[in-house]
């Protein structure tokens, strides 16, 4: 079956404290690992897209890096504005659907 | 600015009542996915719609759940009857390329 697990579940940061974030996959034919950024009471908000082993993506202060198995969130000198909850999912392979890890809730605090 | 806008935002019923969830998706996107998200089970992906034909609906309790596209500008998602454990957030998202997916706000659904 395939699925999708992130750890870990919450992560506190003061701020200015780097720290990553894991995303793990069993996905059958892995056609893409997509993090994705939501705020409480919101719709998830798309961050990056991954497509293969080596790859690495950057946006402000967050890199995501994808490796054969897993994928990591980094996070350079976080601010609290970026306290929300971080999730990955893979797409499988033949067609459009997303596998959607349960999230890590990240809090950064001033 | 172009969104994916859901109806209502909130809705209360009792069990037993049917439920009209309501999305429109970004103008000239052709893909439409409607997913429930529970503190237990994260986010699941319901059934999606490609140029108006569902494509797969297997993640949807086929008995009282039921998903539509009337035209390409709304897409429906209703069940009836609705139960306690449907209380769940539900969300439309749409695209245009193959993996993208961009998100409403959701329907905050709480059935007593």
């Known amino acids: 079956e395939d699925q999708v697990t992130q750890s870990p579940e919450a992560l506190r940061l003061q701020e200015g404290e780097s720290s990553s974030l894991n995303c793990s996959y069993t996905v059958s034919g892995l056609r893409g690992l997509f993090w994705y950024r939501q705020d409480p009471g919101k719709g998830p908000e798309f961050l990056f897209t991954?497509?293969?082993a080596g790859e690495e993506k950057e946006k402000e202060r967050l890199k995501a890096t994808l490796t054969k198995k897993e994928s990591f969130l980094h996070i350079t000198a976080p601010k609290p504005e970026d306290s929300a909850t971080y999730l990955c999912?893979?797409?499988?392979?033949?067609?459009?659907?997303?596998?959607f890890g349960k999230g890590t809730k990240l809090t950064v605090n001033p | 600015d172009a969104r994916v806008t859901q109806t209502p935002r909130h809705k209360v019923t009792e069990m037993g009542q049917e439920v009209t969830m309501r999305c429109q998706p970004i103008?000239?996107?052709?893909?439409v996915f409607w997913y429930r998200q529970t503190m237990m089970q994260g986010l699941e992906l319901l059934a999606y719609?490609?140029?108006?034909?569902?494509?797969?609906d297997s993640g949807m309790p086929k008995d009282r759940f039921s998903a539509e596209m009337p035209d390409a500008t709304l897409a429906t998602l209703k069940i009836q009857p609705s139960e306690p454990r449907d209380s769940a957030v539900y969300f439309c998202a749409s695209g245009l390329t193959r993996y993208e997916q961009y998100f409403g706000p959701g329907t905050r659904l709480t059935v007593t």
């Open positions: 991954l497509y293969s």
């Open positions: 719609f490609r140029n108006r034909a569902p494509l797969d």
């Open positions: 103008l000239g996107h052709n893909t």
């Open positions: 999912a893979g797409a499988q392979g033949g067609s459009e659907k997303l596998v």
